[in-house]
């Protein structure tokens, strides 16, 4: 960005970004790639915080809203040619500490910077792959405490899940539908919406051991048996390669649901689980403010 601006010109932030892109030799991917939240991409918000700290570092200024230049600290720092440009090397000017740390939080802020001041990601991508990691720890315990449980409390957790996804009609419904086999788990046929205008037929394995293909051929042969056209295979376990490999051959459509999704699922439909805390990021409202233009 600096050696974009070395020019003098004042640029939009538009047309910055698609200088640098082409400098990049960005490929449309890229381009369209959106971080985790499905927000925004990671493009723009690598390039947000870039043209962030750059102004804040005063290597870069915005003479006037939504365009930049660059000054003569951002020409004495390209004289220098350093070889990366990042936080570590920004840390030499006082203003980005003192953006970094908060006048008003100085000694907190300087005990956790170092944490962070590593990283080559964005605030952002930052607090999402801690939301990530969070969540892989979440996810591990819910399956440590669903093999803990009786087979009983696993079909309600099953019936929970699904109806709270929008299947089976009414929980009673779904109870009623689900939890005839006995076997190890859940087995029955449940409504695919409230309407019952399909039925999806479900098997659900409390297992430690890999779900296999026999497992696999004889919940198939049970669709038949029932007339059914669609299947799901819940397990706390895996399904092995060859249990993939054959739903994959078979005309019937049978979904897997591994323990990894399961567990997904379930934190995703708030079964089994409750929120600790929420935390909103705001960015800059630009129709507020162009009212007052």
């Not at 920004?90 to 962070?116: C, H, M, V």
């Not at 009609?169 to 779904?174: T, V």
């Not at 669709?223 to 819940?234: Q, S, Y």
Request: hydrophobic share 35%; proline share 3%.
């Amino acid at each position: 960005m600096l050696q974009l601006a070395s020019d003098g010109r004042e640029r939009t932030i538009r047309d910055g970004m698609d200088a640098i892109a082409r400098s990049m030799n960005l490929s449309k991917e890229s381009l369209e790639e959106k971080l985790p939240s499905g927000v925004q991409t990671r493009f723009y918000n690598r390039f947000g915080w870039a043209l962030t700290y750059l102004r804040r570092a005063g290597l870069l200024e915005s003479p006037k809203r939504g365009f930049f230049c660059i000054t003569d600290r951002g020409r004495e720092v390209l004289k220098e040619n350093p070889s990366r440009i990042d936080l570590n090397y920004l840390k030499r000017f006082p203003e980005i500490e003192e953006f970094r740390k908060g006048e008003n939080n100085q000694n907190d802020a300087a005990e956790t910077d170092s944490t962070t001041v590593e990283t080559d990601q964005t605030p952002e991508e930052i607090i999402e792959a801690g939301y990530k990691s969070l969540n892989r720890e979440l996810a591990a315990e819910l399956l440590d405490r669903i093999k803990e449980c009786p087979p009983d409390f696993f079909e309600r957790l099953v019936v929970d899940l699904l109806v709270r996804m929008g299947y089976g009609g009414s929980r009673a419904d779904a109870g009623r539908a689900i939890g005839r086999s006995g076997d190890d788990g859940v087995d029955g046929i449940i409504k695919e919406d409230r309407l019952g205008l399909d039925a999806v037929y479900i098997q659900a394995k409390r297992w430690e051991s890999n779900v296999g293909r026999p497992q696999l051929q004889a919940f198939a042969g049970s669709l038949e048996g029932n007339r059914a056209r669609k299947g799901v295979m819940i397990t706390t376990s895996r399904f092995s390669q060859d249990a993939v490999e054959y739903i994959g051959r078979i005309e019937k459509r049978i979904v897997l649901i591994d323990g990894n999704l399961l567990a997904a699922l379930m934190i995703e439909h708030g079964v089994g689980v409750s929120p600790v805390a929420e935390y909103t990021i705001c960015r800059i409202d630009n129709d507020y403010f162009e009212q007052g233009e």
